[in-house]
């Protein structure tokens, strides 16, 4: 299962972006899809994510501002980012785990979007 993120760039503090992420391949189900950022010289760390029914999870320090939705019928990820501040600055990845078309579990990682909060 392979995963294409789009949408990083840069953008001003207090601006806005939109990231998506579509997963591809042999898929069965998609049990959870979700983002994770890294910084420079820091771990990564989850962002967000939702599973199938739409329950969400996020991180403290993006509550309120950031918004994580999918697209179950094109096994579709977003993430709307509101007031965002230079912290957010940071190498954004999706990640989707569930079960391909064998029945076999799967847990994989798109390739990152850089997403850069400066004036």
């Known amino acids: 299962v392979q995963l294409q993120a789009s949408g990083g760039g840069l953008v001003q503090p207090g601006g806005s972006l939109r990231l998506s992420c579509a997963a591809s391949g042999s898929i069965f189900s998609i049990n959870v899809m979700g983002w994770y950022r890294q910084a420079p010289g820091k771990q990564r760390e989850l962002v967000a994510d939702?599973?199938?029914?739409?329950?969400?999870n996020y991180a403290d320090a993006v509550k309120g501002r950031f918004t994580i939705s999918r697209d179950n019928a094109k096994n579709t990820v977003y993430l709307q980012m509101n007031s965002l501040k230079p912290e957010d600055t940071a190498v954004y990845y999706c990640n989707a785990r569930g079960r391909n078309s064998a029945y076999a579990a799967f847990a994989s990682w798109g390739q990152g979007t850089q997403v850069t909060v400066s004036s």
């Open positions: 939702i599973d199938s029914d739409g329950t969400t």
